[in-house]
T-cell receptor, first 108, second 112 residues
Framework: GQQLNQSPQSMFIQEGEDVSMNCTSS?????WLWYKQDPGEGPVLLIA???AGELTSNGRLTAQFGITRKDSFLNISASIPSDVGIYFC??????????WGAGTKLII | GAGVSQSPRYKVAKRGQDVALRCDPI?????LFWYQQALGQGPEFLTY????????KSGLPSDRFFAERPEGSVSTLKIQRTQQEDSAVYLC??????????FGPGTRLTVT
């Protein structure tokens, strides 16, 4: 079945540093989504990407939909303490189901 | 409120008990999804509604799991004869666009 490989699994960074994480897939997706989940809460949608090559920003967050449609990355610039949490990528093909990565835990 | 709400937030059930988890989606959202999330994992799809129609229940782990959305708004996920392996966080999401799903805070179910 479809799988998403998300890396790194966790990151220890200093406040103010830039952060980068990525997801790769064995198959093509039509949509990539990036979510952040805080403890005891549901995932919150950060960025949605719909076109191959698309680069989208949301404040200090920037995400790109890979040209091959099999990968995506998320960058966070100038990290702050409230960036702590687990970041998930999720891909969607022609179906409505989301395929999720295992998450990247950000620790500052 | 403007977001997806779920109740209860926490539920402790003895093995064998039935439980019902409620989801109030964002008003006007046609699509509603239920997910199960184990500790340290991403959410796993359970079932999908478009209005009141349950279009996909392929992710429900057993026939002890049942979901309904009779009026196309509020949804209930029911688990009969709970087992310890049912312990997880149950997340509800709704969307106006299929691709942008907005999640509730989840219900943490613990089966003892």
């Amino acid at each position: 079945g479809q799988q998403l490989n998300q890396s790194p699994q966790s990151m220890f960074i200093q406040e103010g540093e830039d952060v980068s994480m990525n997801c790769t897939s064995s198959s093509i997706f039509n949509t990539w989504l990036w979510y952040k989940q805080d403890p005891g809460e549901g995932p919150v949608l950060l960025i949605a990407l719909y076109k191959a090559g698309e680069l989208t920003s949301n404040g200090r967050l920037t995400a790109q939909f890979g040209i091959t449609r099999k990968d995506s990355f998320l960058n966070i610039s100038a990290s702050i303490p409230s960036d702590v949490g687990i970041y998930f990528c999720a891909g969607q093909d022609s179906n409505y189901q989301l395929i999720w990565g295992a998450g990247t835990k950000l620790i500052i | 409120g403007a977001g997806v709400s779920q109740s209860p937030r926490y539920k402790v059930a003895k093995r064998g008990q039935d439980v019902a988890l409620r989801c109030d989606p964002i008003s006007g959202h046609v699509s509603l999804f239920w997910y199960q999330q184990a500790l340290g994992q991403g959410p796993e799809f359970l079932t999908y509604f478009q209005n009141e129609a349950q279009l996909d229940k392929s992710g429900l782990p057993s026939d002890r799991f049942f979901a309904e959305r009779p009026e196309g708004s509020v949804s209930t996920l029911k688990i009969q004869r709970t087992q310890q392996e049912d312990s997880a966080v149950y997340l509800c999401a709704s969307s106006a666009k299929i691709y942008e799903q907005y999640f509730g805070p989840g219900t943490r179910l613990t089966v003892t």
